[in-house]
């Protein structure tokens, strides 16, 4: 197993459990998901797996190892997080911000082919190269965001709300992107609000509400389950509109 959490506790001052015993895995070469709604405690969790939050207790074990909660440590092993809101440098190039996401390394030929593999996932970078970060569009910035993720050629990608704020079509071409990156070999741990495009892409996911995980399964398992289709799918919503219509149409 290559990531393994067990009974990860986080706290926000005293009163606020944020994380609450959770325990989940990802295998090597999967996309998992972890989803639910804004204030589960998604971020949160992730922010604590890449080091920047020091949990209240529990274990992080990546790749045989424990983990320790620093963040250079995490990217040092293998770990690379695409943050939520892009988080880019706005007043640095494409260049630069690319270079920075490989800068642990020294492998000049390495980065130049990451380079060309990211412009392939990607092509408006190569047309955007020199361009100043701040001035893409939303989905361009996305896009920028796992490129510089994907330079530090991590074992793990953390992902967390890749589709926030993106149009229907970028939505869709960003999931077609973790995709073909998971194709190519690469595990995916991706936290989402769009439940629906998450476990139709995840061989295993969980459900977290309020710091808890719930649920867990197979992607098409939870698509199943009755709970996650009207909590997150919008299923009992779509069905009391018809018996509505169906109630005015007499």
Same mark, same amino acid.
């Given at each position: 197993?290559?990531?393994?959490?067990?009974?990860?506790?986080?706290?926000?001052?005293?009163?606020?459990?944020?994380?609450?015993?959770?325990?989940?895995?990802?295998?090597?070469?999967?996309?998992?998901?972890?989803?639910?709604?804004?204030?589960?405690?998604?971020?949160?969790?992730?922010?604590?797996?890449?080091?920047?939050?020091?949990?209240?207790?529990?274990?992080?074990?990546?790749?045989?190892?424990?983990?320790?909660?620093?963040?250079?440590?995490?990217?040092?092993?293998?770990?690379?997080?695409?943050?939520?809101?892009?988080?880019?440098?706005?007043?640095?190039?494409?260049?630069?911000?690319?270079?920075?996401?490989?800068?642990?390394?020294?492998?000049?030929?390495?980065?130049?082919?990451?380079?060309?593999?990211?412009?392939?996932?990607?092509?408006?970078?190569?047309?955007?190269?020199?361009?100043?970060?701040?001035?893409?569009?939303?989905?361009?910035?996305?896009?920028?965001?796992?490129?510089?993720?994907?330079?530090?050629?991590?074992?793990?990608?953390?992902?967390?709300?890749?589709?926030?704020?993106?149009?229907?079509? @970028?939505?869709?071409? $960003?999931?077609? %992107?973790?995709?073909?990156?998971? !194709? =190519?070999?690469?595990?995916?741990? #991706?936290? *989402?609000?769009?439940?629906?495009?998450?476990?139709?892409?995840?061989?295993?996911?969980?459900?977290?509400?309020?710091?808890?995980?719930?649920?867990?399964?197979?992607?098409?398992?939870? @698509?199943?389950?009755? $709970?996650?289709? %009207?909590?997150?799918?919008?299923? !009992? =919503?779509?069905?009391?509109?018809? #018996?509505? *219509?169906?109630?005015?149409?007499?």
């Amino acid at each position: 197993m290559l990531l393994r959490v067990d009974r990860l506790n986080y706290y926000y001052g005293e009163a606020i459990h944020a994380l609450r015993d959770v325990s989940f895995e990802v295998e090597e070469g999967e996309i998992a998901a972890i989803i639910g709604a804004n204030g589960a405690g998604k971020s949160t969790l992730m922010w604590t797996l890449v080091g920047l939050l020091k949990p209240k207790s529990g274990a992080i074990t990546f790749n045989g190892q424990p983990m320790k909660p620093v963040p250079h440590l995490a990217v040092a092993s293998g770990i690379a997080l695409v943050p939520e809101r892009r988080r880019l440098f706005p007043n640095l190039t494409v260049r630069e911000n690319l270079t920075l996401g490989g800068y642990r390394r020294r492998d000049k030929a390495g980065l130049a082919k990451d380079e060309e593999y990211v412009f392939s996932l990607f092509p408006v970078l190569r047309e955007r190269f020199t361009q100043y970060a701040g001035t893409l569009s939303g989905g361009q910035q996305q896009m920028l965001a796992i490129a510089r993720a994907l330079m530090s050629r991590p074992k793990l990608l953390l992902m967390d709300e890749p589709s926030l704020g993106l149009a229907p079509v @970028l939505v869709g071409q $960003v999931f077609d %992107a973790i995709q073909e990156i998971a !194709r =190519q070999g690469m595990t995916i741990l #991706l936290v *989402e609000q769009n439940a629906l495009k998450a476990l139709e892409i995840s061989r295993r996911a969980y459900v977290l509400e309020v710091g808890r995980i719930v649920l867990q399964g197979t992607g098409k398992e939870l @698509l199943r389950s009755p $709970v996650v289709q %009207a909590a997150y799918l919008g299923v !009992r =919503q779509r069905k009391e509109v018809i #018996l509505e *219509e169906g109630s005015h149409a007499h």
